[in-house]
C-alpha cells in the first residue's frame, strides 16, 4: 500500500468516524433509523460541483450538521427520487 492510498483510506475512516458520531447524536434526539451512508450523503451533497474542501471544513460540516438540514436534504432527496 502506498502513502497515498495509506492516507486516503485514513481519511476515509475518518470520516466514518465522524458520521457515525453524528449519527449517534442523532439518534439520541430521536431519529433512529439514520445510517452513516445517508449523513455522508447529505453533507458530501454540496461538494459535488465545487470538490471535496480541506479536511477541517469537512469536520466542521460533518459535526454541525443539525437535523433540520438533514430532514430537509433526505425530504428533497425523497421528491427527486434520487433516495429510496
Not at 12 to 39: A, D, M, P, Q, W
Not at 45 to 65: A, M, R
Request: charged fraction near 25%.
Amino acid at each position: 500500500m502506498d502513502s497515498q492510498e495509506f492516507a486516503e483510506k485514513q481519511l476515509n475512516e475518518t470520516i466514518e468516524t465522524l458520521c457515525r458520531s453524528k449519527v449517534e447524536e442523532f439518534r439520541l434526539i430521536g431519529y433512529e433509523h439514520v445510517t452513516v451512508s445517508e449523513i455522508w450523503d447529505c453533507v458530501s451533497h454540496k461538494y459535488e460541483k465545487e470538490g471535496y474542501p480541506e479536511l477541517h471544513q469537512l469536520v466542521n460540516d460533518i459535526l454541525s450538521l443539525k437535523s433540520t438540514q438533514f430532514m430537509n436534504y433526505m425530504t428533497l432527496s425523497a421528491y427527486r427520487g434520487s433516495r429510496f
